[in-house]
């Protein structure tokens, strides 16, 4: 089993940063791994916001993110972080981070998933 473990959400006004991270721990070889942070807003399906490769040399954004969000990772620490600056109330949702992998040079979500962390944006 894959235990994923997301953190940093909270209350922020709109403009202003939050920085997510993601702990794993089980069965991965983190490293070995690409990862991505989705998220889901209520009535909405869950989305992509970002994935990075297993080195951290590929990084890809969706379009409402890009230039304010950065994901990174520390292979070290087991964990990927989501930067995320100049907030706006389209960005509230629970946030989830994810294990993958590309194919064809799109990432692919394991079913591996944490449990989430509520991002609110209060304009």
């Known amino acids: 089993q894959v235990q994923l473990v997301e953190s940093g959400g909270g209350w922020v006004q709109a403009g202003g940063s939050l920085r997510l991270s993601c702990v794993a721990s089980?069965?991965?070889?983190?490293?070995?791994?690409?990862m991505g942070w989705y998220r889901q807003a209520p009535g909405k399906q869950r989305e992509l916001v970002a994935d990075?490769?297993?080195?951290?040399?590929?990084?890809n954004y969706a379009d409402s993110v890009k230039g304010r969000f950065t994901i990174s990772r520390d292979n070290a620490k087991n964990t990927v972080f989501l930067q995320m600056n100049s907030l706006n109330a389209e960005d509230t949702a629970v946030y989830y981070c994810?294990?993958?992998?590309?194919?064809?040079?799109?990432?692919?979500?394991?079913?591996?998933w944490g449990q989430g962390t509520q991002v609110t944006v209060s304009s």
């Open positions: 994810n294990t993958g992998m590309y194919t064809s040079g799109r990432y692919v979500s394991s079913n591996y």
């Open positions: 089980g069965r991965i070889i983190f490293s070995f791994n690409a």
């Open positions: 990075i490769s297993r080195g951290g040399g590929s990084r």
